[in-house]
């Protein structure tokens, strides 16, 4: 019980605290330390991987529509409003089929602007992937998935500190991982302190050059203290330091190149690049994509989702085209917490299912490629209710990012519990 | 643009009405541990909440505060006057813009918490706004919220749970926001029943399955809303409901319209996995989130006092609050203040005048907890790490509020301070300390701050300074 340990351990010497601040009568601005300082093995010294892009699809994202079985029948009579028209229906719009990828598979239209780097073998599809746990609630698969876990009895971190914890590679950036947003998002959470922004051109201190300066110096003195909050106020004013250097709004990709899109997750794209080619220290960037949850009015090749696919792929292709000399020692995953069932309801959407798929994008991606077993949509070969069953864990597929682009072997601390077994889908 | 509560509009007789803190008031001192429990009660203790827990004890203020019927507060009512969407109907509101409606629902959250004398009421219009949570910002939810608010979460926050829920379920609001106006017979849509199970009442550990989730569904149907006379109530539409047998949690529920999912919402609420759900989310919120053993029993304690109370959620509440904050404090454990937190306790404690207007909601948007916008049904987190990665947000409110930048609210740091201004920095600063942390500032960290702000500045300019410090502190940040 190890991992319960850790998490008392994150509260225990909270407690005393209110004793001892009586005490002494006076506010202590640092709070004893409350985050477990060691709760792995030390650190393992090991050279810098790739930058590691973490894009996850809040609200389960339907991977039946993403990318198509256009070679499963069952596909259509299951989905007669939402299926996307197979790639030679002459019936449909052309701009209304999916794009083929090998003959079985293919794009969403909306995805098309991807074609190109599938194409180079820079992006790969693990299809009929995700995770054991079955209980189609969004905040435990969520949850139990950011963990990097199968149950909840495992460590309250996340899989991605955990690798950051477990990997010393000399970089003491305070960028070295961050997560785009309001709040870090649970896969960033643990011994290593790691901080949300919303936009690097926004990161700043408020207020006039000269008092920002003053309150600086004061907030250096109020968080020089050994706690959580004081390790993170530290962080943020070395980011503050460092993103002063930076000229965020001057960056933008040659011409001639795909644009971001002009959204949330496009201009988090757009900073990664920037911070990729600053070299400022960036080893981890996670970006959150939400809007998901399609139970109602999902939209077939056009609507709800369609809209959320071109951010994604219109995105994604931005970034590949942007660092298209950067892209060996880069490597990015799209995950969700699970899929939708296969039969579409009465509202023109799809309730929550089980399998789905990921996305790897990178230079050493083994793409061009559907990775996975297929295992099926036809009676017998669904999983529960009616849905995709997975065939691949996801871990499976980040254990092997983390093994080879990431230089980190230690599986057992990022995915305790999990063995990893057959894999390849980068090299 | 809406109608804005005017800081022009604020006399003397405001500040009196709300018990704010005035130019001759001290702030009476209490021990570190009742500063403490009144964070976790109110959104910051004013001096005049310091001077009736010195009067009358931690216990019998929460007995007051858990009857808030008996609590006078015109001064607040007063402040809420201009704002209209909170008071009118659905149908009328959606004939208004979206931004006007959400800005006054937000404006009034936020006037409530930092004025209202029922504070605990406040935190328990949160805590089931939280618990009930619906986003303004999708489909119609931005004009149906409002009677939500009002008819739902206020009318039910310290009544009974099983009349809160029912209400819940009856909601227009509720009902769009997780799609039920789409769950119809033959095809249902899940997503209302499901976070009904998982979210409202059992818990996703609670016991139920998949297949209760459908025969839940199928219960559910035809629960909709009104489209043209009577935009936006709640109708029950028989042609749209599943007329077969369903068999929900190992019920027998026979064809009866809408009654079906009565009946299951009854036994939802009245079920010990419902009672242990609510029981650890007041602890958590109130308490501790530690997940221990002393946590657990405390949990227990409050799921008996439900059942012997027949389901009131004050008779809950006031188990967790005299055990786990007037009690004997060995359950207490450090909670870090969420954004609204962060604003309205800063609001409160420094006395400003303030129309909780746009300044303040973009404040909150950039620390991550604009109010009635969190997207997910599972609604803001009640999660100490969650809440410590985005600091520099709290550092630029501090700053803009301390230094009067913030438009729409307002400091009197001089009134405030009253014969201490310019009387010497430590002073100031320990004075300060004294209302925004409940004792001054530790010595290290009092020395470097005044190391770094002191010398060379002008004495008038100082106290902004300070105060702005202080409210970007470490030590802020805990509740």
Redesign the interface.
């Known amino acids: 019980m190890r991992f319960a340990a850790e998490r008392r351990e994150f509260f225990q010497v909270l407690c005393q605290c209110p004793q001892h601040a009586q005490a002494t009568h006076y506010a202590r601005s640092t709070w004893p330390a409350w985050m477990p300082r060691l709760a792995f093995a030390p650190a393992k010294r090991g050279v810098r991987g790739d930058v590691l892009v973490v894009v996850f699809l809040r609200g389960a994202a339907d991977g039946l529509n993403m990318v198509v079985p256009h070679g499963e029948p069952t596909y259509y009579t299951n989905r007669p409003t939402l299926a996307i028209p197979r790639p030679d229906d002459r019936k449909a719009a052309g701009s209304s089929r999916a794009v083929d990828l090998e003959g079985f598979f293919g794009l969403h239209p909306a995805m098309a602007a991807l074609l190109p780097a599938w194409q180079e073998g820079h992006l790969a599809v693990v299809h009929a992937c995700g995770a054991p746990d079955d209980s189609r609630s969004h905040f435990k698969a969520m949850e139990l998935m950011e963990r990097g876990l199968a149950d909840l009895g495992g460590p309250a971190s996340g899989w991605i500190n955990r690798h950051l914890a477990s990997l010393d590679t000399g970089n003491t950036s305070p960028l070295r991982a961050i997560g785009f947003g309001e709040a870090a998002p649970r896969s960033l959470r643990g011994v290593i302190p790691v901080s949300a922004l919303r936009s690097i051109a926004e990161f700043h201190l408020g207020g006039e050059p000269e008092i920002a300066g003053l309150l600086k110096g004061g907030l250096a003195g109020l968080y020089s203290g050994d706690d959580l909050l004081a390790g993170i106020g530290r962080e943020t004013l070395r980011i503050l330091e460092t993103v002063e250097q930076l000229d965020p709004q001057g960056y933008r990709p040659e011409s001639g190149l795909p644009a971001y899109p002009a959204s949330d997750f496009g201009a988090a794209l757009r900073q990664v690049a920037m911070l990729v080619r600053a070299e400022v220290g960036l080893e981890v960037a996670a970006i959150d994509l939400g809007g998901w949850d399609t139970h109602f009015a999902q939209g077939a090749s056009d609507g709800l989702m369609a809209g959320l696919l071109a951010d994604l792929a219109g995105g994604l292709s931005a970034l590949h085209a942007d660092l298209a000399d950067s892209l060996s020692r880069l490597t990015v995953v799209v995950m969700t917490e699970f899929g939708r069932r296969v039969q579409e309801n009465a509202s023109l959407g799809t309730d929550h299912g089980h399998g789905s798929l990921m996305l790897l994008l990178g230079g050493n991606v083994e793409g061009g490629k559907v990775h996975g077993s297929w295992p099926g949509l036809s009676q017998g070969q669904l999983f529960g209710p009616g849905d995709l069953a997975v065939t691949t864990d996801y871990r499976e597929v980040l254990a092997e990012v983390c093994r080879k682009r990431l230089n980190n072997p230690a599986a057992d601390q990022i995915f305790p519990g999990f063995t990893p077994g057959r894999a390849g889908f980068v090299r | 643009m809406a109608a804005g509560a005017g800081v022009a509009a604020c006399s003397p007789l405001y500040r009196q009405l709300s018990g704010l803190p005035g130019p001759s008031q001290a702030w009476p001192s209490i021990?570190?541990?009742d500063f403490?429990g009144l964070s976790r009660l109110t959104y910051g203790p004013l001096p005049a909440e310091r001077a009736q827990v010195l009067q009358i004890g931690l216990a019998a203020w929460i007995e007051e505060q858990l009857s808030p019927a008996g609590i006078q507060d015109e001064g607040v009512e007063w402040r809420l006057r201009p704002l209209d969407a909170l008071r009118l109907g659905a149908d009328s509101l959606s004939a208004w813009e979206a931004e006007d409606v959400i800005l006054q629902l937000q404006q009034g959250a936020l006037l409530r918490q930092v004025y209202s004398r029922r504070q605990l009421l406040e935190r328990m219009v949160e805590f089931w706004t939280d618990h009930f949570n619906i986003t303004m910002r999708k489909g119609d939810g931005w004009f149906l919220k409002p009677a939500d608010d009002r008819e739902v979460v206020r009318a039910h926050a310290l009544g009974d749970f099983g009349e809160l829920l029912w209400a819940s379920a009856h909601s227009p609001a509720m009902l769009v926001y997780l799609?039920n106006q789409?769950?119809?017979k033959?095809?249902?849509?899940?997503?209302y029943a499901?976070e009904l199970l998982?979210?409202h009442t059992l818990g996703?550990e609670g016991g139920y399955t998949?297949?209760d989730?459908?025969e839940l569904a199928r219960c559910l149907t035809g629960w909709t809303v009104k489209r043209h006379f009577w935009a936006g109530q709640f109708r029950f539409d028989n042609d749209l409901h599943d007329p077969g047998s369903k068999r929900p949690l190992g019920m027998q529920i026979r064809p009866e319209g809408q009654r079906e999912a009565e009946r299951v919402l009854q036994h939802l609420a009245e079920h010990p996995a419902t009672a242990l759900r609510l029981a650890r989310k007041l602890v958590r919120r109130f308490v501790?989130?530690?997940?221990?053993q002393s946590a657990a029993a405390l949990a227990e304690r409050a799921v008996q006092a439900l059942r012997k109370t027949n389901g009131s959620i004050a008779g809950m509440l006031r188990v967790v609050l005299l055990d786990g904050l007037a009690g004997a404090?060995t359950i207490?454990?450090?909670k870090?203040k969420r954004p609204v937190d962060v604003v309205a306790s800063a609001l409160r404690l420094l006395g400003a005048d303030t129309d909780g207007g746009e300044a303040l909601q973009q404040a909150l948007?950039?620390?991550?907890?604009p109010p009635f916008q969190w997207?997910?049904p599972?609604g803001p987190p009640d999660d100490s790490?969650?809440?410590?990665?985005?600091?520099?947000p709290r550092?630029?409110f501090a700053?803009?509020l301390a230094?009067n930048?913030m438009k729409g609210t307002r400091l009197d740091l001089p009134t405030l301070l009253g014969p201490l201004t310019l009387s010497s920095p430590q002073a100031e600063l320990d004075s300060l300390?004294e209302l925004l942390?409940?004792?001054?500032?530790?010595?290290?960290?009092r020395?470097?701050?005044l190391?770094?702000?002191g010398p060379g500045?002008d004495p008038a300019g100082l106290p902004s300074?300070v105060t702005?410090?202080l409210l970007?502190?470490?030590?802020y940040?805990?509740r």
């Open positions: 021990s570190l541990a403490r799609d789409a769950n119809l033959e095809a249902p849509n899940e997503n499901r998982e979210l996703v998949q297949q989730v459908m501790t989130e530690q997940e221990d404090r207490w454990g450090p870090v948007q950039a620390m991550g907890q997207p997910t599972d790490p969650f809440w410590s990665t985005n600091l520099l550092w630029n700053i803009a230094r930048e300390g942390l409940g004792v001054p500032l530790g010595p290290p960290q020395d470097l701050l190391a770094a702000l500045q300074l702005a410090g970007a502190s470490p030590a940040q805990w």
